[in-house]
């Protein structure tokens, strides 16, 4: 099996998605040049690359990647959704259950979506 350590959103503004990223991660950078930062995420790392520096140039855009935090409850999902509106995140999708579980998305300065949610009991 492959090692998987790092995920790496293209960012327009560095500046400004490790601003965000910083606030909700509540850690800082590891790692940061003009170009690059990168995130404790345990298990893995979270990389922002700013997508004009990007070699090959990338395909997709906004929204192509999600990214997603798994609750233990539905309740803890509303708790989050209620706690993002009040910071002001771009709120995609409201609290809703859907055939996997209880969940929302939130947008990052990028579009990139963050689904945080609550699976069904197996």
Known sequence: MLPFGLVVLYVKDIAASTHFYRGLLGTEPVESSANFV???????????????????????????????????????????????????????????????GHTFVALDPDGHRLRVLAPNPS
């Open 38 to 100: 990168m995130f404790p995420m345990p298990p893995v790392m979270l990389g922002l690359w700013v997508q004009d520096e990007v070699k090959p140039a990338p395909a997709g855009g906004p929204g192509a990647l999600e990214l997603d935090f798994t609750m233990d409850s539905a309740k803890a999902v509303t708790d989050f959704h209620a706690e993002w509106v009040k910071r002001g995140f771009r709120i995609a999708q409201a609290p809703e259950k859907m055939d996997f």
